[in-house]
């Protein structure tokens, strides 16, 4: 047996013969079912996504269809003996079906096949005659059906491109001309496809059409989207006008500096990120790009999908580039307005998740965190709503991002990061499952728990290594660097010269990955002035180090280290309370230990207000970078403080 879903939803018998899935409940099941490629999905899902308004006995119903489609599709199957095909799994059902008899899945493979090897070309053109129609046609009215419908158009796009570009890159292609033509037409914003048809009419030797062709891509882009031609076009518009013969191939590898349409942009983008380093940051830019050429069209749905379409995991509470941040919150909600609270409830989550996951706490004050607090609750509950565990997850990292609104809470965070990582786990998105371990890591550590956080360190490391997360290493080589900083301290344990060179090394480490100012700047500075606070030695004096952000909390000790006390009260008074995020009980404590070294009993009071709720945690331990030791040490000496004022 068969099934199909690139078209109608339809199931077939090996011999062609349809088979009679029932009316569009039963269909809606079994192509739900496909949607999730193998995975279960939860009676509640279901249910969820069947009715918008469940009714009393959606429940019951549900079995009702599963068990219909169950005899449908394994008519031979004997009674009493287990399904093979439509199984229960846990809370759920699920669809065990080789990849190779669902129409989607032998497409998705196939494009997946034909983007690592040329040769793969007839296997893509087979999949791509597979198609029928829109996919899952008859299912109308449900959000994941639009969503998987959406994400399939976009693959079939990419695929009809891909298939014209080996087939000019072999020497053939010039019968491409009226398709490329058609679909460049109905997809204007897909920049690669008007190369694409610029070199099948060169091939066809219309040269003079060739060049109108790139002319009006062009003008296209420029009057319209406010973008230059990509390097790609440009180059070929070169060879064209030069005269040249043969045309070189178009690069295979699409990197972020080439210009494409604004959903093909974000898509490319978001694979990019996770690559981390270099390849982040010109994701982030490409982005904001992407968001601000999706904008310029008008189309607010296609606005809303591309701002959302960017859902990459994000560990760190500060920004790299804090005006970037801002502009993509600021085109969230203005899309979020033109929307209306009545617009798509899945497109309005990734949206206020968006505005969560942006609105990083480290650059927020007053209406601008409560705003951001606001969106990342909201956002979780219609995910929570909708059933997506992708949407959920995604929801949570915005929770997550704003659960800094006081020292303490590192508890409250790993109950997120288990949940993250829980759904992340169970509905395969391993890059989430990264994020939920570095959670539990940074919360384990702050708690001071370091054999868990160990555990979790181990546990990233195995899972970057399949998602070629490049910067988990660096982490976990902080966090390792933050251990043996704790470990300095015990009998026995490795010397405080050891530690600062596991520090300098994680250092040297995380430079090289590039470009990440938001976690690099004054973290070594930082950690090494732990370090010494950890052995009662004073902070460190060298004119050369950079102390990045954190130099307003850190300056009073650097100053009471030169034995310049008046200036460093003066800094001290200066200081500003430390911004909501994963440094504020390290910078609290740096407070409080300098205002009970000089006296100044009203600093001293309100960094005890402050640390309190954190007693029991580990001064930047919620970082999983470095430790300045007990929380409870420092209010100690800001209680003692305080009560000789």
């Avoid at 093979?84 to 989607?104: C, I, K, S």
């Avoid at 790993?414 to 539990?440: C, Q």
């Avoid at 480490?509 to 976690?519: D, E, K, N, R």
């Amino acid at each position: 047996m068969r099934i199909d879903v690139l078209g109608a939803v339809r199931a077939l018998h090996d011999d062609g013969t349809p088979v009679d899935l029932g009316g569009p409940r039963h269909r809606e099941v079994l192509a739900r079912l496909v949607a999730a490629g193998g995975r279960m999905v939860a009676t509640d899902t279901l249910v969820a996504d069947l009715w918008a308004e469940p009714p009393v006995r959606a429940v019951g119903a549900l079995r009702t269809f599963v068990a219909a489609l169950r005899r449908a599709i394994e008519p031979g199957r004997p009674p009493r003996t287990p399904p093979r095909v439509l199984v229960t799994e846990g809370p759920g059902y699920a669809l065990r079906l080789p990849r190779a008899q669902v129409d989607a899945h032998r497409f998705e493979d196939a494009l997946a096949r034909a983007r690592r090897a040329p040769e793969a070309l007839a296997g893509l053109e087979a999949a791509l005659a597979a198609w029928r129609g829109p996919a899952y046609a008859d299912v109308t009215g449900s959000v994941w059906a639009q969503r998987e419908r959406a994400r399939l158009e976009e693959l079939r796009l990419e695929a009809t491109e891909l298939r014209a570009r080996l087939l000019l890159d072999s020497g053939s292609g010039a019968e491409l001309v009226a398709e490329l033509g058609a679909h460049v037409t109905e997809h204007p914003w897909r920049e690669p496809a008007w190369g694409l048809l610029a070199r099948a009419l060169h091939r066809a030797g219309r040269q003079a059409d060739a060049l109108a062709t790139l002319r009006r891509a062009r003008t296209m882009l420029v009057e319209q989207l406010g973008l230059d031609p990509g390097a790609d076009l440009r180059r070929l518009e070169a060879d064209i006008l030069h005269g040249a013969t043969t045309l070189p191939p178009a690069r295979t590898v699409w990197t972020a500096g080439v210009r494409l349409g604004p959903r093909t942009t974000v898509e490319l983008a978001r694979t990019l990120a996770l690559a981390g380093g270099d390849a982040l940051v010109h994701s982030r830019r490409d982005r904001l790009a992407a968001v601000e050429a999706a904008e310029r069209t008008g189309d607010i749905a296609l606005t809303a999908r591309v701002i959302g379409a960017y859902d990459v995991p994000a560990l760190w509470s500060r920004a790299d580039d804090p005006e970037q941040s801002r502009a993509v919150v600021a085109a969230a909600e203005r899309t979020l307005t033109a929307l209306g609270t009545d617009g798509p409830a899945e497109l309005r989550a990734r949206l206020l998740a968006t505005v969560a996951v942006e609105s990083r706490s480290a650059d927020l004050s007053g209406t601008g965190a409560e705003r951001a607090g606001q969106a990342a609750r909201e956002a979780e509950a219609l995910a929570r709503e909708l059933g997506d565990p992708a949407l959920l997850v995604f929801a949570l990292n915005g929770v997550f991002l704003q659960s800094f609104t006081r020292p303490g809470l590192a508890a409250a965070r790993d109950v997120i990061g288990a949940e993250i990582l829980g759904l992340a786990t169970r509905h395969e998105l391993p890059n989430f499952a990264v994020l939920g371990r570095l959670i539990r890591l940074q919360s384990a550590s702050a708690l001071g728990d370091l054999d868990a956080a160990t555990a979790h360190a181990r546990a990233a490391e195995r899972l970057a290594v399949s998602t070629e997360a490049s910067l988990v290493p660096v982490l976990t080589g902080w966090f390792r660097a933050r251990v043996t900083a704790a470990r300095s301290t015990e009998p026995g344990g490795p010397t405080a010269a050891t530690a600062a060179a596991h520090y300098r090394a994680a250092e040297d480490a995380l430079a090289g990955t590039a470009s990440m100012p938001g976690l690099h700047r004054g973290l070594f500075a930082l950690a090494l002035l732990g370090l010494r606070l950890l052995h009662g030695r004073p902070a460190p004096t060298d004119p050369g180090l950079d102390w990045g952000p954190y130099r307003p909390w850190a300056q009073p000790l650097v100053l009471l280290a030169r034995n310049r006390v008046e200036e460093a009260r003066t800094a001290l008074a200066a200081a500003p309370e430390p911004p909501l995020d994963h440094m504020q009980e390290a910078l609290w404590c740096l407070t409080a230990h300098a205002a009970a070294r000089l006296g100044e009993h009203p600093v001293a009071a309100r960094a005890a207000t402050a640390l309190r709720p954190a007693r029991t945690e580990h001064a930047g331990g919620a970082s999983g970078l470095l430790t300045l030791g007990p929380v409870a040490r420092y209010l100690t000496e800001a209680e003692a403080c305080a009560d000789q004022g």
